[in-house]
């Protein structure tokens, strides 16, 4: 084998990779193009709900949201105010032995209500957030102003709950 020869080998090796890599390469962008968004899924269930009807739906200032059965930011208040609940009655408790009869009722009045308000908050506190599906908000109706459309979704974005 001479030098030529050696260079010819090399050189259609070359091409050879070449053409795989160039391959590989549109395999790789062809599926990340097809790969849809929970968004893209959303809006997909969305039009074909509404693709025999007249009206022209606008998604473009529409969201995807998560759906909880209690939103986790409303459990972290009431965990707080529950602190906070603690500390006021703690703080009458150890007032109201030192006022009189009429002024100890109505302490204990406001300490009953924050008392039952404080049970309410333990309750709560015992169901944890679980996630429970998606909303997509902000759908507009194309030629009308001031209506918009919100659907709910399954966990997996498959179906259209009510």
């Excluded at 849809?36 to 269930?45: F, G, N, S, V, Y």
């Excluded at 459990?75 to 009429?102: C, M, P």
């Amino acid at each position: 084998m001479n030098k030529s020869d050696s260079f010819i080998t090399i050189k259609n090796k070359f091409i050879r990779m070449k053409k795989s890599s160039f391959l590989f390469l549109f395999i790789l962008t062809f599926l990340s193009c097809s790969k849809k968004t929970d968004k893209d899924r959303a809006i997909a269930l969305v039009e074909s709900k509404y693709e025999s009807s007249d009206q022209k739906l606008d998604f473009e200032n529409s969201k995807l949201d998560s759906l909880y059965h209690i939103d986790p930011k409303a459990y972290a208040d009431s965990i707080k105010k529950g602190n906070e609940l603690d500390s006021i009655l703690a703080v009458l408790e150890s007032q109201i032995e030192h006022f009189d009869q009429r002024e100890s009722d109505s302490v204990g009045l406001i300490s009953a209500a924050l008392t039952r308000e404080r049970y309410h908050l333990l309750d709560l506190t015992k169901t944890k957030p679980r996630f429970i599906g998606w909303k997509l908000s902000g759908v507009k109706i194309k030629n009308v102003k001031s209506e918009e459309l919100s659907f709910n979704f399954n966990k997996d974005i498959t179906e259209i709950v009510e």
